[in-house]
């Protein structure tokens, strides 16, 4: 079965400081996977998406994915956080029909 | 810009209302989607459609139906609300499996 597994629930980082998010998927073909991020209280935004090619993606806001195969693995990274980055954050894979596949979510802090 | 509006922010109902979700999208895009949100436990997809009077179940459909009778419009449908329906509810379309979703600001429902 399809799924995602988002291992961090919560991180906190100081503001500056380089971020990773984990995570890992399970899904049988080439997957179509996707960063969102979400603000408190707002619906979500496309971060990134890997599709095929380069397995590093870019994004907005500064992010960027890469998509390991052999760890079925797809982490976001971006070298330098701002407090406005705090926010929650979902891996998805794409199903079939379209469908997305969310993981949990993990929560970012900042501290100044 | 893509836009997807849910009508309404916050909605406190009964138990026993028969609720509406409302979602637009200006986008003209085939496939719609409604997910619930709960902390811990990422998005969960409610129902899709695919198509104008199309619809596929979700992973949770259960006490849920939805009506897509035109294309711009999709709305789900609590037939008897219940306190455990109490979540956040995201509509997102996309135009295929190319595209990443584009999601509402969602509507926070609280049944009392």
């Keep these: ?112 | 810009d893509v836009k997807v509006t849910q009508s309404s922010r916050y909605l406190v109902k009964r138990t026993g209302e028969k609720v509406f979700l409302e979602c637009v999208q200006d986008m003209d895009h085939e496939n719609m989607f409604w997910y619930r949100q709960d902390p811990g436990l990422g998005l969960r997809l409610i129902y899709f459609s695919y198509d104008v009077k199309m619809k596929e179940k979700g992973d949770i459909p259960e006490g849920y139906s939805v009506s897509r009778e035109k294309k711009e419009r999709f709305s789900l449908i609590l037939e008897s609300a219940s306190t455990n329906q109490t979540s956040m509810y995201l509509c997102a379309s996309r135009r295929d499996a190319n595209y990443g979703y584009t999601f509402g600001s969602g509507t926070r429902l609280t049944v009392v």
């Design chain 1, 1 to 112: 079965a399809q799924s995602v597994t988002q291992p961090d629930i919560h991180i906190t980082v100081s503001e500056g400081a380089s971020l990773e998010l984990r995570c890992n998927y399970s899904y049988g073909a080439t997957p179509y996977l996707f960063w969102y991020v979400q603000s408190p209280g707002q619906g979500l935004q496309l971060l990134l998406k890997y599709f095929s090619g380069d397995t590093l993606v870019q994004g907005i806001k500064g992010f960027e994915a890469e998509f390991k195969r052999s760890q079925s693995s797809f982490n976001l990274r971006k070298p330098s956080v701002h407090w406005s980055d705090a926010a929650e954050y979902f891996c998805a894979v794409a199903g079939g029909y379209n469908k997305l596949i969310f993981g949990a979510g993990t929560r970012l802090a900042v501290h100044p």
